[in-house]
């Protein structure tokens, strides 16, 4: 039977876009639920991820702890709901330990919202649902990224302080080779062999800056790629030659010559 005229029409929920859907997927698939990172005591602790949401359970009369990295300064919070919800900051510890902390509170259960933190270091975006009682004590984040830099500069740090080869005796180096050409910012210092291998030092800006190929050239001019290793800012190559080039550049390429003058059986260190 249909219903009478004079009744108001039930709210019909539109189907959503496309475009909609795609968001909503996006949305699910980036939230990390409680549990998918392990817990410290009370705490629910995440591996941190760019663009990652993180879940957080809220209830009324209790307070949730959001704390950040140790050594991070807090900008700024934006949540989408300040009416139903309060929000404060506040700091622990002193010195390099020296922690934020975001505090979370609803005002009633059923309720829900969404935070941004931003800090000098990561953008946390979080998803807040209140309960009428279970609520999380506070969470917090592992960095693994931050971790994968640390140790690289740890290895880079232990690399420049290696030597740049094993038994080499001072008294057998040869240094008469001259360095010409352009003067680019990662020209070399200078080069020298102990006559089996020549190396040819940097800049220390070599370790992170640009590293150029180095061409051997040959009696009638021609240049050829020469198998070379990278020793923190020494190139190693397994060879002695008379002159070799290193170039860099499309447009305008700078090219440094380093040529071996004659031998005056003069060695220095």
Known sequence: MAAPANLPNRRRWLPLSP??????????????EPGSGPFDNAAQVYPYSDGALYHLYTAPGQVTDIA?????????????????????????????????????????????????????????????TSTVRTAMAAVSWTYPQDQLIALKKASDAATMAAPVAQGLQIDQLHFNYEVSGDRPDWRPLR???DGRQTFIEFPPELSTGVAPPLFVVGAKGAAELVNYRVRGRFYVVDRLFDAAELRFGLKHQDVVRITRVAHTGQRRA
């Open 19 to 32: 475009a909609a859907l795609q968001v909503v997927a996006a949305n699910r698939a980036a939230t990390q």
């Open 191 to 193: 080069a020298f062999d």
């Open 68 to 128: 950040l990295q140790p050594g991070e300064a807090l900008g700024a919070v934006a949540a989408g709901d300040t009416v139903r919800w309060v929000f404060g900051d506040t700091t622990s510890g002193a010195g390099e330990t020296k922690r934020a902390h975001v505090l979370v509170k609803p005002f009633a259960a059923g309720l829900t919202t969404n935070l941004v933190i931003t800090t000098d270091r990561h953008v946390y975006h979080l998803s807040l």
